[in-house]
C-alpha cells in the first residue's frame, strides 16, 4: 500500500482559487487511481473526484471548477480548485485505490479548506 499526505489546505474569500496536494510514498504509485474526498462537519465524507487509467471523474458540485491531476514522477497527486464557493468548505482528503481493488484502501490525514463569504 501507500502512504499520503495532503498540504496546501488554508483559508481563501469565494472566488478564489487554492491548489492541494498528495504526496505518496510507497510502491507502485502510477498503478493507483487517486481520489479526492471531503468532509464539511456535521457531514458525510463525500466524492469530489478521481483520476485512474480509464479517465477523469467529478462530483457534479465541482465539474468546471477543479481539475484534479498527477505526476507520476514526483509521486504526486493535484486539486486545482477555482471559484471556491463557501460551501467548498471542508477537510479535503486524498485517498489511493490498490490495483485490483472496488474500494478506496489508503488515505491521507487531510488538509482543511475554508472560504470565507
Known amino acids: 500500500q501507500v502512504q499520503l499526505e495532503e498540504s496546501g489546505g488554508g483559508v481563501v474569500q469565494a472566488g478564489g482559487s487554492l491548489k492541494l496536494s498528495c504526496a505518496a510514498s510507497?510502491?507502485?504509485?502510477?498503478?493507483?487511481?487517486m481520489g479526492w474526498f471531503r468532509q464539511a462537519p456535521g457531514k458525510v465524507r463525500e466524492f469530489v473526484g478521481a483520476?485512474?487509467?480509464?479517465?477523469?471523474y467529478y462530483a457534479n458540485s465541482v465539474k468546471g471548477r477543479f481539475t484534479i491531476s498527477r505526476d507520476n514522477a514526483k509521486n504526486t497527486a493535484y486539486l486545482q480548485m477555482n471559484s471556491l464557493k463557501p460551501e467548498d468548505t471542508a477537510v479535503y482528503y486524498c485517498?489511493?485505490?490498490?490495483?485490483?481493488?472496488?474500494?478506496?484502501?489508503?488515505w491521507g490525514q487531510g488538509t482543511r479548506v475554508t472560504v470565507s463569504s
Open positions: 485517498a489511493a485505490r490498490s490495483p485490483g481493488k472496488q474500494e478506496y484502501d489508503n
Open positions: 510507497g510502491r507502485t504509485f502510477s498503478s493507483y487511481a
Open positions: 483520476i485512474s487509467w480509464s479517465g477523469t
